[in-house]
């Protein structure tokens, strides 16, 4: 079966930085797109970056030139660098398969004004 194992996460202030870790195991990591959803208190999830199995990267427009999505198809592991973090970046981050059910546990990221 398909797991997800996020990490990084934390208290941070403003300003500052933070990298995500997504470890995925039990699919072919190569052929898969992954995303990275988050869901801030009290709202709906909502999707933060996509990366393709060919390389293809989007963002939601809150999070361009802030944040960076990458894999490393030897590690089976996707990240997500997180710079210039405001409160309103506060949410639980969710790794996942992109057209499946499959998601981790999350890994919260609190930001500090």
């Known amino acids: 079966q398909v797991q997800l194992v996020e990490s990084g996460g934390g208290l941070v202030q403003a300003g500052g930085s933070l990298r995500l870790s997504c470890v995925a195991t039990?699919?072919?990591?190569?052929?898969?797109?992954f995303v990275w959803h988050r869901q801030p208190p009290g709202k709906q999830r909502e999707l933060v970056a996509l990366?393709?199995?060919?390389?293809?990267?989007n963002y939601r427009e809150s999070v361009k030139g802030r944040f960076t999505i990458s894999r490393d198809n030897a590690k089976n592991t996707v990240y997500l660098q997180m710079n210039s973090l405001g409160p309103e970046d506060t949410a639980v981050y969710f790794c996942?398969?992109?057209?499946?059910?499959?998601w981790g546990q999350g890994t919260q990221v609190t930001v500090t004004s």
């Open positions: 996942g398969v992109l057209g499946t059910t499959y």
């Open positions: 039990g699919t072919i990591f190569s052929r898969e797109a």
């Open positions: 990366i393709t199995n060919t390389g293809i990267i």
